[in-house]
């Protein structure tokens, strides 16, 4: 398993990240403690996952999906290029499985649509 740990001051923060840490048995501490683990905080009101500092072929920056951006909290059309593809239809609901390796964006955008 991955190794990741989480800022204890987010845990404070954020109910969400506290229940992770339940669920997942994710360790607790400060990242000056764990370089060579992600790390995973709440900044923003959004959670946020930073690669290891130990790891630079992994990057700097951090990973973070904020869903109350105005682009995920409209209203996707069905005629929509996503719609089209997904095959809705008037007064059809296809059943859609996102099994893309993405971020969950086009998966929260069809829910959006039904």
């Not at 501490?29 to 370089?35: D, E, G, M």
């Not at 719609?83 to 609901?93: H, I, L, Q, S, V």
Request: proline fraction near 10%; charge should be positive.
């Amino acid at each position: 398993m991955t190794n990741v740990v989480v800022d204890p001051a987010a845990i404070a923060q954020s109910e969400l990240l506290a229940a992770l840490c339940d669920k997942h048995s994710l360790t607790v501490a400060t990242r000056s403690k764990k370089p060579n683990a992600f790390y995973l905080t709440f900044e923003q009101g959004c959670l946020v996952l930073y690669p290891p500092k130990e790891a630079p072929h992994l990057g700097k920056k951090p990973l973070w999906v904020d869903f109350t951006q105005p682009r995920f909290t409209k209203p996707v059309a069905r005629k929509s290029p996503l719609g089209r593809a997904c095959g809705f239809k008037p007064n059809e609901t296809p059943m859609v499985v996102d099994l893309t390796a993405g971020l969950g964006r086009d998966g929260w955008q069809m829910a959006g649509m039904g």
